[in-house]
């Protein structure tokens, strides 16, 4: 059974960092890409990382992210990360994990997520 | 890209057929998805590559399109189906979502 697990949320001050950690199993991790999503309250969602399986390790960023979030992972432990600093209030979500596991053709679909991990920037 | 959902919220009751539009601002072929997203849970994968109906899904969901202009239908609306929806495009990074569309149930 495919699982994923966030955790590492929490209350942060603005300018301030938090490490985020999803955790898998149930499927072979090192072959596959993952991704952070995220949903601030009330709102839509909006994707903000993708890495790749190792071998490219190419990653990639929504543009409100980029030079401050980090998206890493250690396939030994079938975990990504999502390092993320300086951080403000339009960062306060819920950030969630997601894997692509559902494929058609050259695209795989978001199919297994976690249940999510609130970040609150506030003073 | 940007996806625009219309209706933004809509009622129903049950038993109706519900359709759920998501247009893109450029072609993205075929690489769309629809999501269903209840209070406090994570996203649910219904539809992939625009028309094709994920695992576990009731027939009752249904996708078409390509190109700019797609549909989620609900051929027959449970009281379960009470939901926001979302469309989302993998056609080129950015990866964006529809703003999603409120379903309620009469």
């Known amino acids: 059974e495919v699982q994923v697990v966030e955790s590492g949320g929490g209350l942060v001050q603005p300018g301030g960092s938090l490490r985020l950690s999803c955790t898998t199993s149930g499927f072979t991790f090192s072959s596959s890409s993952m991704t952070w999503v995220r949903q601030a309250p009330g709102q839509g969602l909006e994707w903000v990382a993708n890495?790749?399986?190792?071998?490219?390790?190419?990653?990639v960023y929504v543009d409100s992210v980029r030079g401050r979030f980090t998206i890493s992972r250690d396939n030994a432990k079938s975990s990504i990360y999502l390092q993320m600093e300086r951080l403000r209030a339009e960062d306060t979500a819920v950030y969630y994990c997601a894997r692509p596991g559902q494929c058609s053709g050259d695209r795989c679909y978001w199919d297994y997520w976690g249940q999510g991990t609130l970040v609150t920037v506030s003073s | 890209i940007q996806l625009t959902q219309s209706p933004s919220s809509l009622s129903a009751s049950v038993g109706d057929r519900v359709i759920i539009t998501c247009r893109a601002s450029q072609g993205i072929g075929s690489y769309l998805a629809w999501y269903q997203q209840k209070p406090g849970k994570a996203p649910r994968l219904l539809i992939y590559a625009a028309s094709t109906l994920q695992g576990g899904v009731p027939s009752r969901f249904s996708g078409s399109g390509s190109g700019t202009d797609f549909t989620l239908t609900i051929s027959s609306l449970q009281p379960e189906d009470s939901a926001t929806y979302f469309c989302?495009?993998?056609?080129?990074?950015?990866?964006?979502f529809g703003q999603g569309t409120r379903l309620e149930i009469k």
């Open positions: 890495i790749h399986p190792v071998g490219s390790e190419e990653v």
């Open positions: 989302l495009q993998l056609n080129s990074f950015p990866f964006t």
